[in-house]
């Protein structure tokens, strides 16, 4: 397994709630690792990205809830989600792709890994 999401659950609104993407070394190492998200009948939409040296990356949608991490050590890249809506509910996936900063632009590649569901209910 190249990449591995997991976390999801069912979280309250307004809650938080921390997902983990690992990855192999290979891919790790070399690639910016985004998430994404895709709600029942809508597009995935990419919330998150770091770069191997930390830079990061946030759609408006998110800024300032959502927080991307890695840890190097361990192959892992974490997505920490705070203030939950209803909105968030989504399957989760990471994707390992590369990040153009001058343009802020997420370039994904073919390596998902498995979604994870939460769901973010009252």
């Known amino acids: 397994v190249q990449l591995q999401a997991s976390g999801g659950g069912l979280v309250q609104p307004g809650g938080s709630l921390g997902l983990s993407c690992a990855a192999s070394?290979?891919?790790?190492?070399?690639?910016?690792i985004g998430w994404y998200r895709q709600a029942p009948g809508k597009p995935r939409e990419l919330v998150a990205v770091?770069?191997?040296?930390?830079?990061?990356s946030y759609p408006d949608s998110v800024k300032g809830r959502f927080t991307i991490s890695r840890v190097n050590a361990k192959n892992t890249v974490y997505l920490q989600m705070n203030s939950l809506k209803l909105e968030d509910t989504a399957v989760y996936y990471c994707?390992?792709?590369?990040?153009?900063?001058?343009?802020?632009?997420?370039?994904?590649?073919?390596?998902w890994g498995r979604g994870t569901l939460f769901t973010v209910s009252s």
């Open positions: 070394g290979s891919i790790f190492s070399i690639n910016a």
């Open positions: 770091i770069t191997p040296n930390g830079l990061t």
């Open positions: 994707n390992a792709g590369r990040y153009f900063s001058g343009s802020d632009y997420f370039q994904k590649s073919d390596l």
